[in-house]
């Protein structure tokens, strides 16, 4: 009986540990899944950065598009900027971009020297769309599928690797 | 030394807000109060709104300015605010069937290490006797 006590206890201490050492080294409290995962985009309605028309949340149906929330002040904005102009030109998925609390003329400036990934940006200039979508530091990338619902939130830059493992598989399975 | 003047120093940021906010009535004011102490800066993640200066904090903190002023409940604030950031963004976890073990485990630590307590001072005393 005692040494049935014994190894319980040390199974129960060893899996707290396990836990511990997990959380302490695996797992990013900064990456936050999305609240809103397979549920339907909160709508908005925000006029684009050129300002000849508007971007609302109801032009997301038909197929699978990326919505990236971004800005000019953002560092790591810049760094994913080459690879969404692959993911556009080389996989032809469309990227929509909302300008998260920033000037839009500094926008058009930046992409016109850097190049354009998107299809249209949305001009979030006070955050507001942001908010409802959960957004807590730029750049994050959501993946809208069909239904216009959220299958998907990546936070942080995108790069090769993410890409190829995590959202191009996430994509073609939802296509 | 610092450490106590610092621990002293977080003790008097509830009202950090750089914006001076104007409530209609007191009741108002200490809702504001209590929700930005309980609602977590998803930035500076150890912080409560009312002590992170980050952007975000400032801007939700203005969102929730709104809404009290708007005459809504702490649970429709808490509501508006865990539906976009998940329940993480409570420092205080809800108390739900997920979170059961969460709230429970220092109940039943704290009895785990009584029972063993209890069984080592049973066999000292026997020893004694």
Redesign the interface.
């Known amino acids: 009986m005692k040494s049935i006590i014994k190894m319980t206890s040390f199974f129960v201490l060893f899996a707290l540990m396990a836990l511990l050492w997990r959380q302490l080294f695996y797992s990013n409290?900064?990456e936050?899944?999305?609240?809103?995962i397979n549920e339907s985009m909160?709508s908005f309605t925000l006029n684009t950065i050129n300002n000849y028309t508007q971007l609302k949340d109801t032009e997301f149906t038909g197929k699978v598009r990326l919505l990236n929330f971004w800005a000019t002040w953002c560092s790591a904005c810049s760094i994913e900027h080459a690879m969404l102009m692959k993911i556009k030109t080389q996989y032809h998925i469309p990227i929509y971009g909302i300008l998260y609390?920033d000037e839009k003329d500094e926008a058009l400036t930046w992409l016109s020297q850097h190049g354009d990934p998107y299809v249209k940006v949305g001009d979030d200039k006070n955050?507001d769309v942001g908010?409802?979508?959960?957004v807590?530091?730029t750049p994050e990338t959501y993946v809208i599928n069909e239904q216009g619902k959220i299958i998907y939130r990546h936070i942080g830059a995108i790069d090769e690797a993410t890409w190829k493992n995590i959202l191009l598989p996430i994509i073609k399975k939802n296509s | 030394m610092a450490l106590i003047m610092g621990m002293a120093l977080a003790a008097y940021t509830t009202s950090h807000a750089q914006i001076a906010y104007h409530f209609r009535a007191e009741p108002q004011e200490q809702q504001f109060n209590r929700l930005i102490n309980e609602i977590r800066c998803?930035?500076c993640?150890n912080q409560s709104l009312a002590e992170s200066s980050a952007?975000?904090a400032h801007?939700?903190r203005q969102?929730i300015y709104l809404q009290v002023q708007a005459r809504k409940t702490d649970a429709e604030i808490k509501d508006y605010l865990?539906?976009?950031?998940?329940e993480?963004i409570l420092l205080r976890p809800l108390v739900n069937k997920t979170n059961f073990l969460l709230w429970s485990f220092p109940f039943l630590g704290l009895f785990f290490i009584f029972i063993i307590f209890y069984k080592i001072i049973k066999r000292n005393f026997k020893v004694i006797s």
Request: no cysteine; hydrophobic share 35%; charged share 20%.
């Open positions: 409290p900064h936050l899944p999305s609240a809103l909160p609390k955050g908010i409802d979508f959960g807590y530091g | 998803l930035v993640q952007p975000l801007d939700l969102k865990v539906k976009r950031y998940g993480f």
